[in-house]
């Protein structure tokens, strides 16, 4: 998971970690099945902190990119209910943040972290990739163990990273990548750091549930990537009011985002 800091931004020492989770994801080549192969991890590729199924995608694929994936064509969390099971690599109080933000997610759609007991599908919860931060997208239609894995320390210091990589887990893309976003944002590959334009390819098959949602948990702010003092992206004129979200980090879940997530799983259940 990239950062997304600049010399501008209060936490630009970040910078340099940003850098090095990209270079990870971007330049060594590896996949999810490489990561974890002895998981059982299908054949897949990553962009950025989302890994993708191979085989759910369509049209072309790259190295370290992809197009024509379809989000929700992985096969949402049966019931909403994704078995968790923790890594010795994740300590006590990481598992407390971990499932805390899993349940702001229940409070807006009926999903819900549990306890791994036998289940054949479940969620690893690890930090043994101690280089990046990154989830599998959905729960997917092969078999295997999905990943949610945050390995560097200060991954763990921010609620909304939780809650952005659970976003992923569930099903969602990046919302800069959904495959309308040229009608409402605009890329500047001029201003983005060399080797990394991959993590703004358009996902061209995406499920586009709701309009464009500048303020989404899902959408990287417009420094992410982007050389000292420069934006990766901005708003299209028609939308420039929508700027001032674009250029500071999402913490929150998104009215957007909730729509979204009960359009896959329903309404929360009421308790």
């Known amino acids: 998971m990239n950062r997304h800091l600049t010399n501008g931004s209060p936490a630009a020492f970040l910078l340099t970690l940003s850098v090095l989770l990209a270079g990870c994801s971007a330049q060594s080549g590896k996949s999810a099945g490489d990561l974890e192969a002895t998981e059982g991890e299908t054949a897949s590729v990553m962009i950025d902190d989302m890994i993708l199924d191979m085989d759910e995608m369509s049209g072309e694929t790259s190295q370290f990119g992809a197009k024509g994936f379809t989000a929700y064509r992985s096969t949402p969390w049966t019931n909403g209910v994704v078995p968790v099971k923790f890594d010795s690599t994740v300590s006590s109080s990481r598992r407390t943040k971990f499932l805390a933000q899993c349940a702001r997610w229940s409070k807006v759609a009926k999903v819900r972290c549990v306890s791994y007991t036998s289940q054949a599908k479940f969620l690893l919860v690890t930090a043994k990739d101690r280089t990046s931060c990154y989830a599998n997208v959905g729960m997917g239609s092969s078999a295997g163990t999905r990943v949610f894995n945050f390995g560097l320390d200060w991954c763990w210091n921010y609620d909304w990273a939780i809650l952005h990589d659970l976003g992923h887990t569930f099903g969602l893309i990046h919302e800069h990548q959904r ?93």
């Open 179 to 271: 495959s309308d976003r040229d009608k409402y944002v605009q890329v500047l590959t001029s201003n983005i750091l060399t080797g990394y334009v991959y993590a703004f390819d358009i996902l061209s098959a995406s499920q586009n549930v709701t309009p464009y949602d500048f303020r989404s948990i899902m959408q990287y702010p417009s420094y992410s990537y982007a050389k000292a003092g420069k934006k990766s992206m901005i708003a299209r004129p028609a939308y420039a009011a929508q700027q001032k979200y674009l250029d500071v980090q999402p913490t929150q879940i998104s009215a957007g985002d909730a729509k979204t997530m009960v359009n896959i799983y329903g309404p929360p259940i009421v308790r």
